[in-house]
């Protein structure tokens, strides 16, 4: 939007944006009100921020409800000016989620997405990612373009692609385009052979491919095979070559082509993650070579910059490294509503996502991203999602004010129940999430005892929200039928909690059950995986389109594998 007369006129960047107050045209006395902004997204945003300001509500997967506004209060409004304080403000999800082959799943999809989207726009964020996976056959879901594109959300595509863009039928006349195992055998799977010059070209050309085709591509994220070890190549051209430096070298590939293509203001993607999570000194990336940092294993208990998590600060020494290596070019790509990594169970970390993207930022980072699974990552993470996308325009965030307005804007009627609920929740969370995957606990025996004694107090804390909760539905129950929106909904959010109790419950007691022998250790140990494996029955209970795509057909498959590590856990 342009300043007229009587404005100032202040350059703008990115998506920062104003409001000023100026003599009204033909009026005589009277102030207008300007709302200014760099670029129409930033107008966008600037529209949305000042209605909020006026007692708007934009919460996440409701309809907005838009207050009547007063003259005496726009009279009211000092002018301000909002930089946001990450350049970069991003949600990403895995495009397999969608179950695209599927027109029922992915019209269940679809419904989340035409409320997800435009509280995306609302709260400022700017960029969407897509993940691909090997078994997917697409880079994006094309009914969502206009709807993304509508709210000034620019879209990024890739993921695990790597494997993709060297096709996996040329093994059959072309094995030496194949990396090779410890045994020297060139494999069908993992990544490539970066010493050989034709498979490099072949990458190249494909992923050229995908800029060509995708115009609207605003970053293309290269990433090698998604496993912990293995996927590289250990011929004698490569095995002199860190993971990290032939990952580089392709991602140099294909950047140099990028970038001969006109496309150089567009980043190619390096995920710094399981095998390139330490970054190697020879580390050389193209000026359009920028680093995703995806620090997954972390403890979620403490911030990334807390001094006392010992975990944490080997995390954090290698992002200070990836910094410096890069010249300041990437991101960090973060697991705040990671269904996956938390076993499906209900979390709330407020105060570790304030503390972390604060520190994030004095570290010159300006670019930020979480990965999320759709509708189930609303009904279980609804605070981590709103705090990420709240403190990733404005740090000045204080972690308990943001929860009791969350639980506001989202249960107006019993926001005060809910807020506790909610805290109960963090304080779970504070206990049970000091390492990665929560079904998948460290099996030394070193600080066994602690773990459990933590993950049994997250429990009794998951049950103090469930009664929350439950006061909640009775409460509306006995209340005007205008409440009655408000049963199933926390109704499910109960119904996850008790899975989250349980699951934790039975997690402790097979961290017990390890530290018997025989007969003992077996019996017990059946008991607790059969705890876990029950509790996903309040899960089963959960209306589908409240859990969602992942929730309805894919959390069962993840749960079957967590079972499973915990029986071969049990009998190591």
């Keep these: 939007m342009l300043p007229h007369d009587g404005f100032a006129k202040g350059g703008f960047e990115d998506d920062s944006f104003a409001l000023q107050r100026g003599p009204a ?60 304080a990450f350049e970069r403000r991003a949600f990403v999800s895995d495009i397999l989620t969608w179950h695209y082959e599927d027109a029922e799943r992915l019209r269940m999809h679809l419904e989340h997405d035409r409320e997800f989207i435009p509280w995306m726009g609302r709260r400022g964020i700017n960029a969407f990612s897509y993940i691909r996976h090997t078994q997917d056959t697409r880079l994006k879901i094309d009914k969502l373009a206009p709807m993304l594109s509508g709210h000034g959300i620019a879209a990024e595509y890739g993921g695990h692609v790597l494997q993709l863009l060297l096709p996996r039928e040329l093994f059959a006349t072309h094995p030496e385009y194949f990396p090779c195992g410890e045994d020297q055998r060139r494999m069908e799977r993992g990544n490539l052979c970066v010493s050989n010059r034709a498979a490099l070209e072949c990458v190249r050309a494909e992923a050229l491919g995908y800029v060509r085709e995708n115009r609207e591509m605003t970053m293309l994220h290269v990433w090698g095979a998604d496993v912990l070890s293995g996927a590289w190549c250990r011929c004698g051209g490569c095995a002199g070559l860190s993971p990290q430096l032939q990952y580089m070298k392709v991602v140099n590939e294909i950047a140099a082509a990028v970038a001969a293509e006109g496309n150089a203001a567009s980043p190619v993607a390096y995920l710094a993650y399981h095998d390139t999570l330490e970054p190697d000194p020879a580390l050389r990336p193209l000026e359009n070579v920028w680093f995703e940092w ?156 602690q773990r459990r004694a933590r993950l049994l107090g997250a429990a009794a804390a998951m049950r103090e929200a469930i009664a929350a909760a439950e006061a909640i539905i009775e409460g509306a129950a006995a209340r005007a039928e205008g409440d009655a929106a408000v049963q199933p909904e926390v109704g499910a959010q109960r119904n996850l909690w008790e899975y989250s109790a349980e699951a934790l419950e039975g997690v402790a007691q097979w961290l017990e059950a390890r530290t018997l022998a025989g007969a003992e250790r077996t019996a017990m140990g059946a008991q607790a995986i059969e705890k876990v494996d029950r509790a996903i029955r309040h899960v089963h209970a959960i209306g589908p389109m409240l859990k969602g795509t992942w929730g309805a057909y894919d959390l069962d498959r993840s749960h079957g594998v967590w079972l499973e590590r915990l029986r071969r856990s049990l009998e190591e």
């Design 25 to 84: 045209p033909g009026s005589s006395g009277r102030r207008a009100l300007l709302v200014e902004g760099g670029s129409e997204r930033a107008a966008l945003h600037a529209a949305y921020d000042l209605l909020e300001r006026l007692g708007a509500r934009f919460a996440l997967d409701r309809a907005p409800v838009l207050p009547h506004i007063e003259a005496a209060r726009l009279d009211a409004l000092a002018p301000y000016r909002v930089v946001p």
């Design 294 to 449: 995806a620090p997954r294993e972390r403890c979620y208990s403490h911030a990334i910059d807390d001094a006392a998590c010992t975990v944490n600060s080997r995390y954090l020494e290698s992002l200070k490294r990836y910094i410096d290596l890069f010249g300041g070019r990437g991101g960090v790509f973060e697991y705040y509503a990671d269904a996956v990594l938390f076993g499906g169970m209900g979390f709330a970390t407020p105060s570790v996502i304030v503390r972390d993207l604060k520190a994030y930022h004095r570290m010159g980072l300006r670019s930020i991203s979480c990965l999320t699974f759709g509708a189930f990552s609303a009904l279980a993470y609804p605070v981590n999602l709103e705090t990420f996308a709240r403190a990733s325009r404005s740090l000045e965030l204080a972690p308990d004010a943001t929860v009791d307005d969350i639980a506001m804007a989202r249960y107006p009627g019993c926001a005060a129940a809910m807020a506790g609920a909610y805290r109960a929740i963090a304080r779970a969370s504070a206990m049970a999430l000091t390492y990665g995957d929560v079904l998948r606990p460290p099996s030394e025996a070193a600080g066994a005892p």
